[in-house]
C-alpha cells in the first residue's frame, strides 16, 4: 500500500512545525546576531503565529491551496529574508500539489524539489552559499534515497526521519563556509565559523515532522 | 536609550499616523493601511512612478522622500524590518499613472525579495510594468569584485533625487531606471558607528562597543562593520571614511556632490568639524565639491556615528541634483 | 556620549569653519573672525539688519537661521556660552544697512548684558540705531507673573521667522520690533528631557537621569526643570507639554502653528508619534493646527528630549509665517 | 597723611585678585552648578587669565584708563553673566578714576559705588535679589564706615579688611534669599538655602585684596 498524508495531516504537520520552531526562537535569534542582525526569532514568532492562527480558522480542502495560502499568510506576517523564502517555499509546494486531497511520498519530495528550485530563482543563491538551501537540497536527497531503497510503502515517518538528519547535518556543515549571500555576506571570512540560522531552522523543521509522525505510529 | 513611545508594538503605526497628520496636503495611505504612503497627488499621469520601502527608523529614509521630484510612493515596514509583499503590490499599485513603476531600495535580503514577488503581482494582476534598482553603495560591505552584494545606505537619497527628478520630467521607464543605476555608478558610501541604537521592540541596544571604541563600515542596522578600533579624532575618522571611496572610484579631476549625514545622535556641529577636513582631502586630489548635503539624510534611530557619501557629477547629473524638489524632508529651490 | 572632535578647545571654530565652507554663496564672517557670521550679501540696503547670538551646540539655532527671510547675522559663543561683546558688535555693524539692527534672543543672563554692551557700542562708535527684543517662551522657567524672566528656548525660531519675514519687506526698525514682540506674547514652549548631553570641553554630561527617570521642563543646557519624574508614555510626556502652555494662554478656538522639536538624540520617529497625540488634545480644545513644524529646529547637542512650541497665529503672523525663507538650514517655497 | 594707592599698586592688587580666584575656580563652578549650569569656573579661568597676560603688557598710567581696559579684556575673555557684570564693573570704576595716577580710600569706596551703580542698570537687579550685589553693596557700606571712624590716614589694609569681612557676610546672607535674576531665578523657590555664587566670588576678591595689603605692612 502506497503511503499517503491527507490534508488533515498536512495541517497537523504545519501545526507541528509551529510549535517546535516557536520553542527554538531563541536559539535561532542567538545564530542570526551572530551572522546577521538577529531577527530571526521575531521572524519565526510572527510567521507561525499567523500559521496557528490560519489553522484554526478555514482553509481550502485541497493541500495545495492550503499550502499556498500559509505560504502568503507566512510572509506578509513576517516579511524578511527568511519569511519571504519560507513563504515562496510554501507557496511553490502548494503550486505543485493543486487539486490533490492526498498526497505520496514521492509527491512530497517533488514538491519540496519545486520549493528549493524556486528558492534558487528568487533568492540568487546556490547551495553551497551558506543559506537554508544547504538544509533543503539535503534532505530531498535522503528522502529519495530512502524512497528507492525501501520502495513506496515505506512510512513516512522513515522518510522523514532520514531527511531531518541530513538537512541537521547539511545545517551542521554550513558552519565550514564562507557566506555568499545576505546580510551574513557583507562579513566576507568572518562568517566562516558560524553556522546559518536559515538552514538550522529548516533542520528543526524536518525534525519537527519527523517526531511527530513517529509519535503517530 | 529611552524613548518617547506608547506601546512598543504600536511604535510604527502610531509614527506613521502621526506623519500623515501632520502632512495631510502632501501624503496619503492607500489600500487602508498606514505602512502604504504615496503623494497625495498619485497617480500622476503619464509619469513613471517611483516606489521605496524598507524598514522603519530611518527617517527621513524613506517615506520622507515621498514628494515632487523625488518618490511618488513608500512601503514602509516595521523598525529595520522589510514591509511585506501586500504592501508593496498595493504601494505599487497606488502610483502607476500608466508609464509604469520603478522599485529603487536598499539591498536587503528581505526588501528584495518580497519586492520581486509585489513586483510579479502588479505585473500578472494589474499588468504595470515594473522594472527594479538596487542600491549598493557601502563600499564596506563587501569589495568591488562583488559590489552589486553590497547593501544600500545614505547613497539612496542621491539615487531617489536623481531618479526622482528625471521621472518628472515625463521620461520613460527605461530612462529613469538608466539614471538610477548610472547614478548609483556614480555613488559611493562608508560609515563609522560610535554607538548603538535600541530597537523598541527589543528595548535593548542591537550591540555594543566600549567607552573608547568605535567601528568603521558598521551598517545602518548595526550589522557588523570592516574593523573595530579606538575611537579617533574627526580627523582621523573622516580619513578612515573617505580613503575607502578614493579606493573604490576614480574621483581626481572630477566634481562631486557630498553628503556627511549624522546617523542620529551625532550632532551637526560635528559633521561641520568633519566637512573641514573633507574639504582638505579632497582638495589634495583636486576634487571640487557642489552641493554639499550635511545632516541627517539616513539614520538608524539615535545611533551616534556618521557616513560620507560621494556622487561623481557629470552634466545630466548635475542638472537633475539642481531640479527642485519638496517633500515633508526635504525642500529644494533652485538656489544652491 | 562619544564626540566626533579633534581637540574640544577646537569644536567651535573648526565647526564654523566647516560651516562656512558649506555655504560659501550663503554665508560670511566679518571682521576676520569666523565666531561674527552675516548673509554673504551683507548688509542689505535700508533693510532693518535682525542679529541673533549666543552658545553653539543647538544647531541649526542660532547661526543656522542666518538667511533670506529670517536672521542676517549671528554672534556664535562657544558651546552653551555667549559670545564676546566684541564678536555681537561687529556683526552688528556688518549687517547695518542704514535701518538699524534688531537683536533678537534668548533670555540669558551674558547673552543679555553682552549684547547691551554691544548696542552702545554700535550707537556709540557708528550710530547704529539698536532694538532688543528678548525670547522667553519657556513656561516652564518661571510663572506667568514673572513672564519676563522666562529663558527663550525654541519658539523663537518663530520670532525669527515672522521678524525675519516682515524685514524682508522693508519695514521700519519700530515696525519689526513690534512684531517680534507680538509674535513672542503669543509663542509658549515646554520641554521634556529623558537624558543629558556632553559639552565637549567639560567631556561629561550636563546632568544625570536615573534610567526611569524623566526631568520635566528642563532647560536647553540641562537647567533643572519643574519637577523630575518617572519616564512616561509618548501621550503622558505630550499631555505634560500641552497642558502648562494651555494653562498659560488663552487657545480656545484659535489656529496655531505647533514646532515639536528633537533635543538632538530623540528620533523623528517619536515626534511624530506624540504629534498624533498633540492633535487629539488640540482637537478637543477646539484648536486648529497650522503648518506644523517637526524636526531638529533647536537642540542641546544630543540631549534626548522633546520640546513643544505653540505659535498663536492671527492673519498677519500668518501671512509672515507662509513667506518664503532659505538659510543653509531652513528651506521654505510658497507650499504647506 | 592720606592713605592713597598708586596706579602700580592697583596692578598688584589685581594680580592678587586674579592668583586667589584662579585657586577658587573649582569651588566657585561647584556653586554655580547648585544654582545655575556650573559654568562659572571656566569664567573665572578665562578671565584672569586674560587679566594677567594684560598686567604683564602695556597698559596705560592712569589708573583709571587701566581699570577700564581691563574690564573690556575680562568681558570678551569670558563673555558669559559674571564675565559682563563684571567687566562692567571694572569699565565703570576706570571711569570713575579716569586721568588720576593715585586715588584715596574714598575715592576707591566711590569707584566701586560708581560700579555697583553701573551694574543696577545693567543687570536690572536690586540689592537682595541674590546676587552679587549682595556682597558688594554692604562692602561699600563697611568701607564709608571704616573711613568715617578712623580718619583719612587708616591703613588701606584695614578698610579693606572691612570690605571683605562685610562681603562674606553679604554672600553667606545670599542663601536666605530666594533668586530674583538670571538662572537661578528659573528654580524658584528651590534657590532658598544655596549660596549665590557670584556673590561668593566678589568676598573672595575683597578678600584678596585685604590680604595683599596686610602682607605688604
Ligand atoms: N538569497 C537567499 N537565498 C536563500 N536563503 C537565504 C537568502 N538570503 C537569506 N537566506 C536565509 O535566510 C536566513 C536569514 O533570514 P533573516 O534573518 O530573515 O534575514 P534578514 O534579517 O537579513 O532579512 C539566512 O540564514 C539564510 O539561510
Ligand atoms: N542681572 C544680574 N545682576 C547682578 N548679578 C547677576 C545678574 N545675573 C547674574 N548675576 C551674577 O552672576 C552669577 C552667575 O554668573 P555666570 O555663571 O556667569 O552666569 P550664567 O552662566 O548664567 O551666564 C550669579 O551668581 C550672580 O551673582
Ligand atoms: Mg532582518
Ligand atoms: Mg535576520
Ligand atoms: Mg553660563
Ligand atoms: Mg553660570
Known sequence: MTTTLDTKQIKALMGAVADDLMAHKD????????????????????????IKEALTGTLPDD??????????????????????????????????????????????????QAALDALIERGKAQVGDK???????????????????SGDDVSAAVVLRAAAVAAQHGADETANLQSKIGRASWQGERSTGKKDPGAQAIAYMFAAVADYLEAQL | MKKISNNPENY???????????????????????????????????????????????????LGYVGRGMLDGCAVGDVFASPTI?????????????????????????????????????????????????????????????????RGVAGMVYAFKIAGALAEEKASLAQVKAIAEHCLANTRSMGVALGPCTVPQVGKPTFTLGDDEMEIGMGI????????????????????????????????????????NSLG????????????????????????????????????????????????????????????????????????
Open chain 2, 86 to 150: 501586500d504592501q508593496m503590490y498595493e504601494t505599487t499599485k497606488a502610483v502607476d499613472g500608466g508609464a509604469g513603476v520603478l522599485h529603487l531600495f536598499g539591498n536587503y535580503g528581505g526588501d528584495v525579495m518580497n519586492f520581486a514577488a509585489a513586483a510579479d503581482q502588479a505585473d500578472m494582476e494589474d499588468s504595470i510594468q515594473v522594472a527594479t534598482v538596487l542600491v549598493v553603495d557601502d563600499v564596506a560591505s563587501a569589495p568591488a569584485d562583488r559590489a552589486s552584494s553590497r
Open chain 2, 12 to 62: 510604527v503605526p502610531e509614527m506613521l499616523a502621526g506623519l500623515l497628520a501632520a502632512h495631510p496636503g502632501r501624503l496619503k495611505s492607500v489600500a487602508g493601511d498606514v505602512h502604504c504612503i504615496v503623494r497625495a497627488d498619485s497617480p500622476v499621469e503619464g509619469k513613471v512612478g517611483i516606489v521605496a520601502g524598507g524598514g522603519s527608523g530611518h527617517l527621513p529614509v524613506f
Open chain 1, 27 to 50: 536559539d535561532l535569534a542567538a545564530l542570526d546576531a551572530e551572522l546577521g542582525d538577529g531577527d530571526l526569532g521575531r521572524t519565526i514568532e510572527r510567521g507561525f503565529i499567523a
Open chain 2, 221 to 260: 542596522h548595526g550589522e557588523q562593520g570592516v574593523r573595530r578600533g579606538k575611537l579617533q579624532t574627526a580627523d582621523e575618522i573622516l580619513d578612515q571614511l573617505i580613503q575607502p571611496i578614493l579606493d573604490d572610484i576614480a574621483l581626481g579631476g572630477s566634481e562631486v556632490s557630498v553628503m556627511l
Open chain 1, 63 to 112: 493541500i495545495g491551496r492550503a499550502l499556498f495560502q500559509l505560504g502568503k499568510t507566512f510572509s506578509n506576517a513576517a516579511p524578511s529574508s527568511f519569511g519571504a523564502l519560507y513563504g515562496t517555499a510554501l507557496m511553490k509546494s502548494g503550486t505543485a500539489l493543486k487539486d490533490k486531497l492526498t498526497v505520496t511520498l514521492p509527491e512530497c519530495a517533488d514538491a519540496i
Open chain 1, 131 to 149: 543559506t537554508m538551501l544547504d538544509a533543503i537540497a539535503p534532505a530531498i536527497t535522503a528522502m529519495r534515497a530512502a524512497l528507492a531503497d
Open chain 2, 265 to 336: 545622535g551625532t550632532p551637526l556641529e560635528e559633521l561641520y568639524i568633519m566637512y573641514r577636513r573633507l574639504l582638505e582631502v579632497l582638495n589634495r586630489h583636486n576634487v571640487t565639491v557642489y552641493r554639499p548635503y550635511i545632516g541627517r539624510f539616513a539614520t538608524s534611530m539615535e545611533m551616534v556615528g556618521a557616513s560620507l557619501t560621494v556622487l561623481k557629477l557629470d552634466s545630466e547629473l548635475k542638472r537633475l541634483l539642481d531640479a527642485p524638489a519638496s517633500t515633508p524632508f526635504f525642500d529644494q529651490g533652485q538656489n544652491v
